[in-house]
């Protein structure tokens, strides 16, 4: 038998827990509203293939609650909002999901449109969550508050590449940044950058859909504490 740590746990329901108990040791069947013998459902952006991929924590949470079926549903979008509009037709067609995942750029539209607090759930099993919030930096937790309300919990974390124009910076007078430079470093940078081009120039451009298209080349699957 797989003997999974409460994180782990957690990971094979993926980033968000929407309106389900969160008492492992105790977690029934029972737990999941309305709930009979249908699989829980669990819905993730991407492929199959990404669905196939967090199969493995499915299996190993069903070995220790082999009473509640599991089935992930993929769906395929070129953004949050596409994603989420896709699971408002299944809502409106009687099929919602129970769980839905999500990341960061995702979460103000998640929390404000569909989502259940898990506030009640957390501090209601504060004694069984220690391990994980031990385990996990606080700013991953802040990241999914939403107007003072905790909508999901993080498994894992990834950080961007910030890409910058040599030429554009030589062309302003600036030399490559320290690597301890700091956000007020990056605007005056960006700034000096705009002030400096003759013709309309954007300083730095960030589009708030999956990386902007570009995947990070570097991600964790442990969050850092």
């Known amino acids: ?51 196939a991929q967090r199969q493995g924590l499915v ?68 004694a069984d969550m220690q391990e994980y919030f031990d385990d996990v930096h606080p700013s991953l937790i802040e990241s999914f508050l939403y107007k003072g309300n905790l909508y999901q919990l993080p498994d894992n974390f990834n950080a961007a590449n910030v890409f910058y124009n040599a030429s554009a910076m030589e062309r302003a007078g600036i030399e490559r940044p320290d690597d301890n430079w700091t956000l007020e470093d990056f605007f005056d940078v960006a700034r000096r950058m705009k002030d400096s081009a003759k013709d309309k120039f954007l300083s730095y451009f960030w589009n708030n859909r999956l990386w902007g298209g570009v995947v990070p080349g570097c991600t964790s699957t442990r969050p850092a504490s």
Not at 12 to 27: D, E, F, K, M
Not at 66 to 89: C, E, H, M, N
Not at 93 to 100: E, L, Q, S, T
Not at 106 to 121: C, H, K, N, V
């Open 59 to 126: 299996d190993g949470f069903q070995k220790q609650h082999p009473d509640i079926p599991v089935r992930i549903v993929a769906i395929q979008g070129q953004d949050w909002a596409s994603y989420f509009a896709k699971i408002l037709t299944m809502v409106a067609a009687g099929n919602p999901p129970d769980i839905v995942t999500t990341a960061t750029e995702g979460t103000q539209l998640f929390a404000s449109r569909m989502a259940y607090p898990i506030d009640e759930f957390v501090q209601r099993d504060a």
């Open 1 to 51: 038998m797989v003997d999974l740590s409460r994180r782990a746990m957690i990971g094979a329901v993926g980033l968000g827990i929407v309106g389900t108990a969160i008492s492992w040791p105790r977690l029934t069947g029972a737990d999941i509203p309305g709930r009979g013998q249908d699989a829980l459902t669990i819905t993730v952006l991407g492929t199959a293939q990404d669905a």
